[in-house]
């Protein structure tokens, strides 16, 4: 889900052959998961750290969604990481 679908995600998404899904504008109800997202990245990430400046968080971004994707659990999908639910999916 992305609410601003930048070429290169496009593209990604078919290469993976991912189904893309927008969201509309303005409208917190669909935007709301990417919102969310951002949220928790601050509390966990940016504000713990007390990043400063953009290359700063260019540097731990990487590492950080590694963190979000292959070990954090989440209470949404399980408490599973993305990983194993995508893992569990694919089967």
């Known amino acids: 889900m992305c609410d601003n679908e930048p070429a290169d995600f496009s593209k990604a998404c078919s290469d993976l052959r991912l189904r893309q899904i927008g969201t509309r504008p303005y409208t917190p109800r669909t935007s709301g998961k990417a919102e969310w997202f951002i949220q928790t ?51």
């Open 41 to 91: 990245l601050c509390k966990e990430c940016v504000y713990p750290m007390a990043i400063t400046n953009s290359e700063e968080r260019n540097r731990w971004l990487p590492c950080y969604l590694v963190s979000y994707n292959r070990l954090r659990n989440h209470s949404a999908i399980g408490w599973h990481s993305p990983q194993q639910q995508l893992a569990e999916l694919l089967g």
